[in-house]
């Protein structure tokens, strides 16, 4: 028994006739009747009695009526497995650093979604260390964040930079300064992210380099916070330009000086699934087409 099989007796039912139903699934008529008395056969009973005019017996009302919802289904079915593999339906585990995952891709996955209607997304929000363990593991398919270390079986291919500024009170003795550069930063409180943030790992390579190897600083676990600390005069932050749309009130934004602590941010998944397939193929070309839009100085 197959799903043509199953049309064909429906076809036969509805129509009330073989020729009518080998005309409708363009078949020929003796292709019907041996489908037919093939699917009787298989199933050990009669369905339909011939004569003038065809009548079901008793188990070919209860086959009709209920391969109707099974032809349904296996339609359905059909459908979704060809959107999978067309990429037009499936389930993709994306994983997002911040401040992306808070201030740029909400709107992407919106516009996304609305040409993807049947592919579901769900996020997973945490650094770049944490998510290349878990695209490691095999609980992620793919993540937008800073460049993993170097070795790593991942495949990471940037998209654009993420450009640092100065975020401080307006009081604050820097703000006289139009232009911050590291070495201002000595002798002023720095709120800095957690130790494991690759911002943090290059903010602190870049002060390094500049001599400020001590410095006064209040470590807050998230980047997307930082600005609330500044807000209540705790101290000054180097911050994503992207996440002062609304810069807090009492603040004032500097440019520091020179590109070193701007972060290269991009597309990461397993090396050994690269190119991306599927669904996820779909949503990797939507976000490099995004976010390419926002790139300024690839590496």
Known sequence: MDLKTLKTFQMIVNFGSFIRAAEEMNYAQSTVTMQIQKL????????IERGKKIRLTEAGRLFYEQSLQIVKNMEQL???LSNIRLGEAGNIRLGVTEPTASYRLPDILKRFLSHYPKIRISVDIANTPTLSERLLKGDLDMALCSAPDLGSDLYFEPLFKEEFVVLMPENHPLAQKEVIAPDDI?????????????YRRKLEMVLQESG??????????SMTALKYYVESGLGIALVPNTVLKTVPIGTTVR???GSLIDMTFGILCKTSEYPL????SKLYRF????LYK??????
């Open 294 to 299: 926002r790139s300024v100085d690839i590496l």
């Open 287 to 290: 976000l490099k087409q995004e």
């Open 277 to 280: 397939k599927l669904a996820s």
């Open 255 to 257: 440019t520091i000086n």
């Open 186 to 198: 000595r002798g002023h409180r720095l709120l800095i992210t957690s130790a494991t943030c690759p």
């Open 78 to 80: 059909l459908t979704n």
């Open 40 to 47: 009787e056969s298989d199933l050990g009973v009669q369905l």
């Open 212 to 221: 400020n190897i001590s410095l006064d600083t209040m470590e807050i676990g």
